[in-house]
């Protein structure tokens, strides 16, 4: 899973990893602003992981897959440089500007 540090965590939660990479635990979306990292939405699974997604129902990665994945070979890799979630369409309305790098939502 790679991960960015963000300054606020609050719309996105957070993912907490062990000096390995290991990850440890999702904290879900809060009230408080705090740093710390995230979930960048992109992953590199093993095949085992990937056999282990049900096919017969749609499900959340997020919410039911990666929580059971703990204590597995399930890790998280920190980059760095900018982040853009187009998980909402005011977000999304950002991504040309991102991409021509005009803009960075994310500190």
């Known amino acids: 899973m790679l991960l960015v540090n963000i300054s606020d965590t609050r719309r996105f939660g ?3 990893v062990a000096t390995d990479g290991r990850i440890l635990r999702f904290q879900e979306k809060r009230e408080t602003s705090e740093p710390g990292s995230i979930n960048a939405g992109v992953y590199l ?4 992981l ?4 049900p096919t017969t129902r749609p499900v959340s990665l997020e919410r039911e897959i990666f929580p059971t994945w703990i204590g597995e070979d399930f890790y998280g890799h920190l980059a ?3 982040f853009l979630d187009i998980g909402t369409p005011e977000s999304y309305a950002l991504a040309d ?6 803009t960075t939502p994310y500190p």
């Open 45 to 48: 699974l093993a095949r085992q």
């Open 97 to 102: 500007k991102f991409l021509a790098g005009l």
């Open 80 to 82: 760095t440089g900018p």
């Open 14 to 16: 957070s993912v907490q």
């Open 50 to 53: 990937l056999q282990s997604i």
